[in-house]
């Protein structure tokens, strides 16, 4: 999927390592090009020096969290939420840029459904 697509490889940005590798395991199993970060500051690089096709986003990272990483992008490609969390105010507020939310734990099958989703919205 991923690269032959002309659009760009898949951002997973995700602070906990076991759990990062795991969804870009998963992605890379169906042929997505995945690139990887492990806190908002390497995302937010990455986003500016890589044309992205789509984001899968954990929300609750220490340094640069989600929160602020979806506040300092003006035009993000399709960004995919994965969180323990229930949605709150915080991410009602910023729901113009998300595409998708998926609870954790995720299951591979709805990741690569919704990632594929999302990239399907930027061709």
């Given at each position: ?42 995302a937010l690089e990455t986003l500016k ?75």
């Amino acid at each position: 999927m991923g690269s032959e697509t002309g659009v760009g490889p898949v951002l997973v940005v995700e602070d906990d390592e076991s759990l990062r590798r795991s969804f870009v395991a998963v992605l890379h199993s169906v042929g997505f090009d995945v690139r990887e970060a492990a806190d908002g500051f390497v995302a937010l690089e990455t986003l500016k020096a890589v044309p992205i096709a789509a984001v899968v986003l954990d929300l609750g990272m220490p340094v640069l969290d989600g929160f602020a990483l979806l506040d300092k992008l003006d035009d993000p490609p399709p960004i995919v939420v994965v969180t323990g969390h229930l949605y709150d105010d915080n991410v009602v507020r910023r729901r113009d840029k998300i595409f998708g939310f998926v609870r954790k734990p995720v299951p591979p099958q709805t990741l690569i459904d919704i990632v594929g989703d999302a990239m399907r919205t930027r061709t």
